[in-house]
């Protein structure tokens, strides 16, 4: 004989689980750094993972004064992919290592941006050497109707390399493209 309370109680179930493998899976939003060595010192890009609406945001970039000097930065793509913003790249204090409150904000009844993309890019002359630690603090994103997103923001541990290293790296390639022009120029 049929159990209908049984069969029922499994369909639900059945139901319940196909609903949650089909639902959409959204990632936490994320505050990220990347390094990369320029021909003078470090570029630093600050991105933005899989944040919803995101209308404005602020933050304060902590970095090791021994090894670096922040000397300023710029805006990134990302919210300005919106409409119009007003970017503040922070006030930069080489003693205690930060670049404090740096803000940028859609301007306007809009909705804010939704995805991934860079917020900001600084860049740091290398005074040392060695392994440099970067934080954020005093964090805060809001969406277009102003209300808190959280976001997870983590930190980076990013090698920088010697001063020396980085004239080398800029001579050598100084030293290509000259040949390569002498070379066009005599064809």
Request: net charge negative; proline share 3%; with cysteine.
């Amino acid at each position: 004989m049929l159990n209908l309370s049984r069969i029922a109680s499994r369909a639900a179930g059945a139901c319940a689980l196909a609903l949650a493998l089909l639902s959409p899976v959204h990632a936490a939003p994320v505050l990220q750094m990347s390094a990369a060595t320029s021909a003078t010192g470090i570029d630093l890009t600050v991105r933005a993972q899989d944040v919803t609406d995101l209308y404005g945001y602020q933050f304060t970039l902590n970095f090791d004064p021994a090894l670096l000097k922040a000397i300023g930065g710029t805006e990134g793509s990302f919210l300005s992919s919106g409409g119009s913003t007003f970017f503040d790249p922070g006030s930069i204090d080489n003693i205690a290592g930060s670049i404090s409150f740096v803000f940028d904000t859609l301007v306007g009844a809009i909705n804010g941006v939704d995805g991934s993309g860079d917020l900001a890019t600084f860049s740091f002359d290398v005074l040392q050497g060695g392994f440099a630690n970067f934080s954020f603090s005093d964090v805060f994103f809001l969406d277009s109707n102003f209300a808190e997103i959280s976001i997870e923001a983590r930190s980076l541990v990013a090698q920088v390399p010697e001063p020396a290293t980085l004239w080398l790296t800029a001579i050598a390639l100084f030293a290509v493209l000259g040949a390569r022009t002498r070379r066009a120029r005599t064809l």
